[in-house]
């Protein structure tokens, strides 16, 4: 569960190695509602990730739960509810859009008619209405892209799987898949994982994420609630010539206080948030001290820092 919402995907000490690559080793994890970013560098296990949760593979070792079914043992019934957009291109270049998307949709049971209809509204909804019959060799990288995301909305399945559904997109084309990725969660209402290894774009259309490192999971929740560890306060100082490091001097006086703080620059503290009393301990330094303030602000943590931490890769920023 995430914050008392509803488990879609629960994956328990998975394994999952070819040949001598162990792809996946003790993952554990819970996928909630909305978008979950599925986060990792390349090589991290995501995408084989993606299709245990498909029932393509059969685990080596531990238990995966997708809607209710395990997917292995109940692949037709889980994939029935799951749509797929594949990190490569392997649409036909000499069919039209309009019945590639139809063609996704009857082999999810859609009678021929309703799958027609079905197609067009898919295709309108990631903005290829009007170029729908056009033949996908004759599209760009962006409309491909999106082609890839109505086949997989196009039965309206309750979980869709994306695996980096930016991948070659210019900045403007990767703005618009990430507008349209939100869509599909926020208005659509299907539940949506996100495989990526951009940061980035993680942060900015998921309320929820997992990581993934070498195979593990190695964090995992609501980003409301990861950003939320270890909250800090960051104070900017002025400085003149008589004081050119002012930060130095109200870290020495936070610490003496019993507040953990650090200079980060000459004109820059930042203090951890560890309760309520840290705003009346800085406030009393800053007005003891005569410091001139140019901003005071909380700040949370970013994803990049989140990922940065849990994955051994650096510092926090």
Known sequence: MFGGVTTVVTGVDVAKRWGSTQALNGASFSVGEGVTGLLGANGAGKTTLLGLILGLHRPDVGTLDVLGHDPW???????????????????????????????????????????????????????????????VGTMSTGQRQRVKLAQAIVHDPELVLLDEPTDGL??????????????????????????SHLLEEVERVSNAVVILEAGRVVAGGGMAELSKADPELVVDLDRDDSDQDPASRLAATLAELGAAA??????????????????????DALADGGYSVRRLQRRTASLEEIYLASSGRGAAL
Do not use: C, N
Not at 184 to 194: E, I, K, Y
Not at 262 to 283: F, K, M, N, Q, W
């Open 73 to 135: 043992l109940a692949g037709s019934q889980v994939r029935a509810k799951l749509g797929y957009a594949p990190e490569h291109d392997a649409l036909p270049p000499d069919v039209a859009a309009h019945d590639v998307v139809r063609h996704l949709a009857e082999l999810h049971g859609l009678p021929r008619r309703e799958a027609t209809s079905r197609a067009s509204d898919a295709l309108w909804e990631v903005g290829l209405g009007e170029e729908r019959f056009r033949p």
């Open 170 to 195: 210019d900045p403007t084309q990767r703005e618009a898949m990430l507008g349209l990725i939100h869509h599909v969660g926020a208005d659509l209402g299907m539940h949506v994982v996100l495989s």
């Open 262 to 283: 650090t200079a980060s620059s000459p004109t820059r503290v930042v203090a951890v948030l560890e309760g309520p009393g840290i705003y009346d301990v800085v406030r």
